[in-house]
């Protein structure tokens, strides 16, 4: 029992519950409607059937979740991890449905990178015979494996990976070694204590010639006993800012070897015996599971701000601060302290982050419709769409985990001193999500593959005006339209007189168009004609890159809402109802002018907008937030359907009952179980009572 008891006392008038309950009748739409919208009727259903198991799960408990030291909270992940591929088998989950109970778990664990990135690797690179003898194992969970790519002296740049794989044409083998420190494995996750298999990414060497980087499927660990294969040395790197409940390891080969099966050869491979190197029809053929990676990662970062946001929301809603002497706020006939929520800074500081969740829904829902279309194509022989998706999944990468882990901060911080406590969620919540921004290429290095295709499909562009032979009618591709549009007319200028003209959708996108078509068009100038270096050019590079991913983001939020999004095949176009249109079409609109009033610069110095029309701007945006969509904040983020016991939030809770919540939680504190604190005789007690006095005596100098 703990030391720490509160009395038994409501919170002060009008109560948190009250509170919320007179926000969700202000809403103008069905939030029920809304969320079926978002994710279909058989995903809530579903959701609802998962929590009743995973809530009765002791493994799935998160109520010491925040007390837990790192050695506990890996313990607690293996356990959590076994015990979800346990219910998986029993319930027969398939891969999505598995992946929503893990979400609502929310925990990384020591087998999220045997799901994440070694099976894929496995189905995308491999051929029948190590599809049967690797993939359908893991499947299983016979075998657990990790990916090993990233090294003590190389992250993003692959190319320059250290580890190398060398042919042994004698023995049919390759010896992996670690010729260097810097070559050492480092970061993977699952390889600290829990992978017995590696995806290895190693430089493949046969012949005496280094063919660069390849996959290599490696056994690190005895299938007997778990203990380390003679050639290899592996452990956990240590603590780290967050991800604490999964151990990220280390790992270096002593000339390890391993049968030239354990190439993985769909698309490139070694001849037996000769060592000749057979390489593949096209270079990027690999890129298949990078991109389906970086392209679900818009989603979690959609996830990751809609979670902020609901937390941040909700507890604004019943956070009092204040009474506004302008405009009190009443309950009945009490004038009570204003609502942080109705604070017009709060409202700047959280409703473009509401509006960020609903676009990046819309966007990674075209990402990864347009993956699996691309991987279908290129299964024909059809690359057209690759460069497009890679470029486009690298940039909004970027783009979005950047605003999703800056938003979890915000909210964080918009949340006052309470936001500080982890009983909050979202400290946690950060230090999780922010390794988003560094895995997967670090966001300001992956923008420079965003930057290349468009510099090329500019210039691609101008030579085939220039040919005579171009045909404007005849472009499909949505990147070539507006940077077509702008070579029309590079002096265009914005025709809007008004404030209201600023929720024109079709003048939202051409202000974005032309924006990140003039900064293309100045970068091709400068590396073509001033001869800039590339390096010279990097700031400009990844400001291009961010500006052409905001334009997709607006578009397809504009296009989502309007039903005109292509779907992916045999499936039907969502139908959202007319009052959740207006109200998400509020949310585009603020979406599309908060980034460009609060980074205007570009906008002004591509010529399409003026200081004045900022300046107006700035109205709509204050316009649209306060009396559109301030009445539906709550409604908006209980869309998401997200339970209490995926936020474990004592300020985002559905029912309002923060501060009973909030203290609840702090009685768990293992602290606060004894009255008089561990240490006290040794640490305390010589200076404030070094004679052991008691009773009177000692209380007598009071």
Not at 423 to 440: H, I, K, R
Request: hydrophobic residues 40%.
């Amino acid at each position: 029992m703990s030391a720490l008891r509160f009395p038994d006392l409501p919170p002060s008038e009008p109560q948190g519950s009250d509170l919320l309950a007179h926000e969700r009748a202000r809403t103008t739409f069905s939030v029920h409607d809304l969320s079926n919208y978002l994710y279909g009727e058989e995903y809530l259903e579903r959701q609802e059937k998962m929590l009743t198991l995973i809530e009765n799960e002791p493994a799935f408990d998160k109520s010491n979740r925040y007390f837990l030291g790192r050695t506990e909270r890996i313990a607690g992940a293996l356990r959590k991890d076994y015990a979800l591929v346990k219910l998986s088998q029993e319930q027969k989950w398939n891969p999505e449905e598995f992946m929503q109970a893990d979400i609502l778990i929310d925990e990384p664990g020591p087998f999220g990178l045997h799901r994440g990135m070694f099976m894929p690797t496995l189905a995308s690179q491999g051929t029948e015979e190590q599809i049967e003898k690797f993939l359908k194992p893991a499947l299983r969970y016979e075998i657990i494996g990790c990916y090993a790519q990233t090294e003590l002296g190389h992250g993003s740049n692959v190319q320059g990976i250290e580890t190398t794989a060398t042919y042994i044409p004698e023995t049919d083998e390759f010896e992996i070694h670690t010729p260097f420190l810097t070559a050492s494995k480092w970061w993977i996750g699952g390889l600290g204590k829990a992978a017995n298999h590696a995806v290895v990414m190693a430089r493949l060497i046969t012949a005496g010639k280094d063919y660069g980087p390849h996959a290599f499927v490696v056994p690190i660990r005895s299938m007997e006993d778990h203990t380390l294969l003679k050639g290899v040395m592996a452990g956990d790197i240590g603590p780290k800012f967050g991800y604490n409940t999964t151990d990220n390891g280390c790992m270096w080969f002593d000339h390890y070897r391993c049968p030239r099966i354990s190439l993985l050869a769909k698309y490139s491979s070694i001849k037996p015996g000769s060592g000749e190197y057979v390489k593949p029809p096209n270079s990027k053929l690999s890129y298949g599971t990078m991109v389906l990676i970086r392209a679900s990662l818009v989603g979690y970062a959609r996830i990751g701000l809609a979670k902020a946001a609901t937390i941040a929301t909700r507890y604004s809603a019943i956070r009092r601060q204040f009474v506004d002497k302008d405009s009190p706020k009443k309950m009945g006939n009490q004038v009570i302290e204003t609502p942080v929520l109705d604070y017009s800074m709060q409202q700047y500081r959280l409703f473009p982050i509401i509006a960020s969740a609903y676009a990046c829904h819309f966007t990674s829902k075209e990402m990864m419709r347009l993956y699996y279309l691309n991987m279908k194509n290129m299964a024909s022989g059809n690359f057209s769409l690759l460069a497009d998706v890679h470029a486009s999944s690298s940039g909004l990468k970027s783009l979005c985990t950047t605003m999703a882990a800056a938003a979890i901060e915000e909210c964080r911080r918009a949340c006052g001193g309470h936001g500080f406590s982890s009983f909050s969620g979202l400290p946690l919540m950060l230090q999780d999500y922010a390794p988003n921004v560094t895995w997967e290429g670090d966001n300001y290095m992956i923008t420079q593959q965003t930057g290349r295709y468009l510099f090329k499909s500019f210039r691609d562009l101008v030579a085939k005006r220039a040919s005579g032979k171009f045909s404007a009618s005849a472009i499909t591709n949505p990147t070539l339209a507006y940077l077509n549009t702008y070579l029309d007319n590079p002096n265009l200028k914005c025709p809007v007189t008004s404030a209201s003209q600023f929720h024109n959708p079709e003048i939202q996108l051409a202000a974005y168009g032309h924006r990140a078509a003039h900064m293309v068009s100045e970068i091709v100038h400068a590396l073509d004609v001033q001869k800039r270096t590339w390096n010279s050019m990097l700031v400009e590079i990844y400001n291009a890159s961010v500006a052409h991913c905001q334009l997709i983001l607006v578009q397809n939020f504009i296009l989502g809402i309007r039903g005109e999004m292509t779907q992916p095949e045999g499936v039907a176009v969502p139908v959202l109802s007319e009052t959740a249109k207006a109200a998400l079409t509020d949310l585009s609109d603020l979406f599309a002018l908060h980034m460009i009033h609060k980074q205007p610069g570009e906008f002004l110095t591509s010529g399409y907008l003026d200081a004045k029309q900022i300046s107006m701007m700035g109205q709509a945006i204050m316009d649209v937030m306060e009396h559109k969509i301030r009445p539906n904040a709550v409604g908006f983020v209980d869309a998401f359907a997200f339970p209490d016991y995926y936020l474990n939030s004592a300020l985002g809770r559905y029912d309002g009952k923060v501060y009973e919540a909030y203290t609840e939680m702090a009685t768990r504190e293992p602290i606060n179980q004894s009255e008089v604190v561990e240490g006290y005789e040794k640490y305390i007690k010589p200076f404030t009572n070094p004679l052991g006095k008691k009773g009177e005596t000692i209380q007598a100098r009071l």
